[in-house]
Every structure is written in structure tokens, then in C-alpha cells.
């Protein structure tokens, strides 16, 4: 069943992403994370919804009685809106997969592992973290399908020494690549664009949003089947663009929040 959200002006969705907490040090990364509940308070009293699109840890795992350190300000954050009745939603992402149920039990937060569809006063808003979406990445979907999300490793991973997981998941951070291209010229190789004009001949939606590529993009989406043109917004990161996404019933507008790295 899709979900509907019914908003009142001057209520509005917001969404971000790739916050990388722990990235690349504690100084740093805290600095980002005061950075970012600043954003939360500048938006906290329109936010209806805030759509939380995945890697906001550079790793997070949840042990059955322990989770790791670090991020307490957004963690407390979280609990604050959603105790004072603003819907969070968290959508994990490829470093941050492993939420089990602390967001949802803990902070009162939704936790979707696949992206989902949403009703918001007429509009259809496809929204998710965005890896494994689009043609390629072959080695990647198989690591997610048979490795990450089987029950079994997860729990070998949870009986591993601390030192020794939290080792793997630093190795497996180093890979993979936070440098901001100067110019994003994938053009119509842009993998989640594809997927976006892939899904729009079927399942059409309005906006498609989405993290993960680590660059701010608005694109329109189009698919001859279909009469009216949908946008794929890449909400980007805030290990540099900082930027977020706003809906207010009617359009989704691309933003930057302290513009360090003006749009
Ligand atoms: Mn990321």
C-alpha cells in the first residue's frame, strides 16, 4: 500500500543525504554534524516530513546490545522531531545498511530497506538511497543480494571482535570514493537517471529522489509512454555541496544549506 501525505501550507517534505558521519576523522565529522542540526532547526517547523536518504554513517551496525559510537547529536535529534510529531524516515544506504530496529525503537524513526513509493497531495515521489538502481554495478548488486543482506554473515560479522569488524568496515569505506567530480559528466550514462526513465514507462511517478551518487542533479524524466514529464532530484552530500531537497506540495526545489558550495 502506497503511502499518502496530506500537507498544509505552510508544511513541506525535506530531504538529504550522505551526511558520513565518522568521515574522514572526529574533528571534521563532527563539525559536518553540527552543520547538519543546524539544517534540522532551520526546517524543523515546516518539516512534516524529513526523509533521511541513507549513509549518514560512514558504518553502522547494530550489535544486539550495542551500537556503535558517535553521530549522538543527530541521533538525539532524530528522537527530538519525532517526539515533538515530525515524521523521520530512513532510508540505509550501502555504508549504513545494517539498521536493524535501534531508529524505529529508540527514535521513534521509520527504517525502509527498499525505496517506496509516497502519495503527497497528488504527487507520486519515488524515494530511496539509490544503490543497485540501473544498469551495471554487477559486482555490487551480488555482494548486496549474497553477502550483506544474508541473515548468516550478518551474524558471523556481529560475533567478530569489535576492532576487527569496525577494521573491515574502514577498509570497505576507503574504496569506496567521496571525491566530488568538478564537473558530473556521466550525462546519459548516469546510471539512476536510467533507472528513473526505465520506471517511468511503467510506473510513472513525479519525482524520483534519490542519494548516494555523492552530486546534486535535477533532470527531467521522460519515457514516450507516458505524456508527462517526471524529475529525478539527486539530493547530493555534505561532505562539500551540503544541498537538500524541499517539496511543498506542488514542486520539489534543489537547495544548499551555509552555502559553502553554492548550486
Ligand atoms: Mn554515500
Known sequence: MIAE??????QKLYFASDFHLGYPDHVASLQREKKIIRWLESVQTT?????LLGDLFDFWFEYRDVVPKGGVRLLGKIAELTDKGTQVSIFPGNHDWWMFDYFTVELGAKVYHEPQSFVCNGKKIFVGHGDGLGPGDNFYKLLKKYFFQVRFFQWCFEKMPTFAGFG?????????????????????????WQYCKKKHQHDAHHFYIFGHRHFPLHLPVTAPENS?????INVGE??????????????????????????
Open 47 to 51: 518539516a512534516a516530513h524529513i526523509f
Open 5 to 10: 501525505i496530506h500537507l498544509q501550507p505552510p
Open 228 to 232: 508527462f514529464t517526471g524529475h529525478y
Open 238 to 263: 555534505w561532505l562539500h555541496f551540503c544541498t537538500y531537497a524541499v517539496f511543498d506540495g506542488n514542486q520539489v526545489q534543489l537547495l544548499s544549506f551555509e552555502n559553502t558550495h553554492p548550486l
Open 168 to 192: 573491515l568496515a574502514r577498509a570497505w569505506s576507503k574504496q569506496s570514493k567521496k571525491k566530488v567530480p568538478l564537473h558530473y559528466s556521466l550525462g546519459e550514462k548516469e546510471r539512476l
